[in-house]
């Protein structure tokens, strides 16, 4: 039977990260605070790139992937970007308030075959959320051949994980695509999407990146994977995060159903050889 009970949280502590979007730490109680527990065990085996369903108590549930998986101390961070009722609610909270999460759910990045690799990484938006967690690991671990970040934001406005992506150019090359509006001066910064970059950072692999990760807007995702197997990337070396509406995170409910798979169970990481199949034509 699956536990679809939330366990307590704490919001800790939380900062404005881009238009709408917030980037916020939460403690799980739960196990924290009771010996005979195991829920801090559970939440201590989250891999990078899974995903939790934040309750807020009396509106609903939503799921949003780790920016920082569980430390020992049940500590964990997402970046959420306000939508509707869950992410309005959460937004009106204060620090040390208590709320619900359930998880961690579905299939993470799979880090033991990219490590030590030449590892391209491209986000847009606050599609940079499920990646940080992966550039923040390869880049403590010093675990890769070479470690290449694109990222892509509408408006300077617009640009989320700001510290993160500073932190990261101290030591693997980042560039922050603009899409529209004036540049900041930033020498990492330039006009144009992703796409634009990529003959660009494609040179700069000598041979083709032996693993790209990619995570944003789906059609931004499926146009780079094109464009990639295009240029000689295998299909089978390209790994999407994809997003799709849920419910119950845990396979019962069908609502993230894609052709024969649950996005919750299945993914929400897929190798893109893998999910093209279950894709509609049109997509
Ligand atoms: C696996 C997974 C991981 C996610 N990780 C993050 C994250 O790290 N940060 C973050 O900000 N968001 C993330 N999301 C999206 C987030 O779950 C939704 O924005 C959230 O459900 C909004 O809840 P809400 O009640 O505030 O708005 P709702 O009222 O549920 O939605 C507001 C609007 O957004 C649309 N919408 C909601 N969910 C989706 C969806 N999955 N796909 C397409 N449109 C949708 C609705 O149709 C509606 O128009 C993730 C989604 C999934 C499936
Ligand atoms: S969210 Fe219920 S089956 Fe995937």
Redesign the pocket.
């Known amino acids: 039977m699956h536990n679809l009970t939330p366990s307590a949280i704490e919001l800790v502590d939380f900062y404005d990260d881009g238009e709408q979007?917030r980037h916020f730490q939460f403690r799980l109680l739960d196990g924290v605070q009771s010996a005979s527990s195991n829920v801090l065990a559970d939440w201590q085996t989250a891999q990078i790139g899974q995903?939790f369903m934040l309750n807020v108590p009396g509106v609903?549930e939503?799921?949003?992937?780790f920016?920082q998986v569980p430390d020992a101390q049940g500590h964990f961070r997402?970046?959420?970007?306000?939508?509707?009722?869950?992410?309005?609610a959460l937004f009106g909270l204060q620090s040390g308030q208590i709320l619900g999460a359930r998880g961690p759910y579905?299939v993470g990045w799979p880090m033991t075959e990219i490590s030590g690799k030449r590892i391209l990484v491209v986000g847009g938006g606050?599609g940079l959320?499920?990646l940080v967690g992966v550039v923040d690991h390869l880049v403590e671990q010093q675990n890769y051949t070479q470690l290449t970040v694109v990222y892509g934001a509408r408006s300077q406005q617009a640009k989320m994980l700001n510290p993160e992506r500073e932190r990261w150019q101290q030591y693997i090359p980042v560039f922050n695509m603009i899409e529209n509006g004036d540049l900041n001066g930033d020498e990492n910064e330039y006009h144009g999407r992703p796409i634009d970059m990529m003959p660009t950072v494609l040179d700069s692999f000598g041979e083709l990146p032996d693993v790209v990760l990619l995570a944003g807007p789906q059609v931004m995702m499926f146009g780079m994977a094109d464009y990639l197997v295009a240029s000689g990337v295998y299909n089978h070396a390209i790994y999407l995060?994809i997003?799709?509406?849920?419910h119950c995170g845990l396979g019962t409910c069908g609502h993230?159903y894609l052709k024969h798979k649950y996005?919750?169970t299945n993914?929400?990481t897929f190798r893109w050889d893998v999910l093209q199949p279950y894709l509609p034509e049109d997509h």
């Open positions: 979007a995903f609903g939503a799921p949003f992937t920016t997402a970046l959420v970007r306000q939508m509707g009722a869950v992410t309005t579905g606050c959320a499920p995060s997003e799709r509406r849920m993230c996005v919750c993914g929400p």
